[in-house]
């Protein structure tokens, strides 16, 4: 069994109990402790308050103790979409920038392994909110018709923190996909993270817990377009399925 409450602990490297998932800026492929982890954060209800019920979406947050920002979960189900459509639309970059209007940079800088990349992304926030950009390492695996995709933000030296950007924090984000009998899929989606800058923690756990919804609807409606999309854009290439495919350098880190 699986201590969820020693998140913040781990995550923000204050000390870890029995925990042993990743520290922010920790760099290493992710394992089987690590996605067993990641299944507990969904599974597990203890403590997380309902704040969202409709239109087949859940959301629930849950304080964290000594850090100030909570976790926040979501449970949806979405018809018409199957859970491998929904996975690639997560993973593909190129696509992304077709849907999402925040995004401004959404760079694969290079991978650990073939489950395991670094990647730079930054986003366009509204006035009077300075950009965001985050370095994340993502950790993925498919196992039969479950999909994980979680990640964590760690530093990379082609990417420092830039001028006119505050660099967020994510100490864990991520999704677990299935099918369900209505030939789409339920999607989980779990995100602890940090904005930072002048953005007060209240407005902050507010905000998060009314936009995660709209956003998830967002993924929802581009998986729906993007079989149609992906026939016309390198309908073959995907190295999130096929890691032969990946043209990204590897290399080894030293942690920072």
């Known amino acids: 069994k699986f201590n969820t409450q020693c998140t913040e602990f781990i995550v923000m490297a204050e000390g870890g109990g029995d925990c042993r998932f990743?520290?922010?800026?920790?760099?290493?492929?992710?394992?089987?402790?690590?996605?067993?982890?990641?299944?507990?954060?969904?599974?597990?209800?203890s403590d997380w308050r309902k704040s969202h019920d409709k239109n087949g979406v859940t959301v629930y947050s849950k304080e964290?103790?000594?850090?100030?920002?909570?976790?926040?979960?979501?449970?949806?189900?979405?018809?018409?979409?199957l859970p491998g459509t929904f996975y690639d639309?997560?993973?593909?970059?190129?696509?992304?920038?077709?849907?999402?209007?925040?995004?401004?940079?959404?760079?694969?800088?290079?991978?650990?392994?073939?489950?395991?990349?670094?990647?730079?992304?930054?986003?366009?926030?509204?006035?009077?909110?300075?950009?965001?950009?985050?370095?994340?390492?993502?950790?993925?695996?498919?196992?039969?018709d479950?999909?994980?995709?979680?990640?964590?933000?760690?530093?990379?030296?082609?990417?420092?923190?830039?001028?006119?950007?505050?660099?967020?924090?994510?100490?864990?984000?991520?999704?677990?996909i299935t099918s369900n009998r209505n030939d789409g899929c339920n999607v989980s989606y779990i995100s602890h993270s940090d904005l930072r800058g002048q953005v007060p923690k209240w407005t902050m756990n507010i905000g998060v817990t009314k936009l995660v919804p709209k956003a998830l609807k967002k993924?929802?409606?581009?998986?729906?377009?993007?079989?149609?999309?992906?026939?016309?854009?390198?309908?073959d290439f995907k190295p999130w399925i096929f890691p032969e495919q990946s043209k990204l350098p590897r290399h080894y880190f030293v942690q920072f």
């Open 64 to 81: 964290m103790g000594k850090a100030s920002v909570k976790m926040v979960k979501v449970r949806a189900e979405f018809k018409d979409v």
């Open 22 to 45: 990743f520290k922010v800026g920790e760099i290493r492929p992710a394992n089987d402790y690590d996605f067993n982890y990641f299944r507990s954060l969904i599974s597990d209800f």
């Open 219 to 235: 993924i929802e409606e581009a998986a729906k377009k993007y079989p149609q999309w992906k026939e016309k854009n390198d309908p």
């Open 146 to 176: 479950e999909y994980i995709v979680f990640n964590h933000s760690v530093a990379h030296e082609k990417y420092p923190p830039r001028k006119n950007f505050i660099r967020a924090v994510s100490y864990v984000t991520g999704f677990l």
């Open 89 to 144: 639309v997560i993973h593909d970059g190129k696509y992304r920038r077709t849907w999402d209007e925040n995004v401004i940079e959404d760079v694969d800088i290079c991978a650990l392994d073939d489950n395991n990349d670094i990647g730079y992304y930054s986003m366009d926030c509204p006035v009077p909110l300075k950009n965001r950009d985050l370095v994340n390492q993502r950790s993925w695996r498919v196992t039969g």
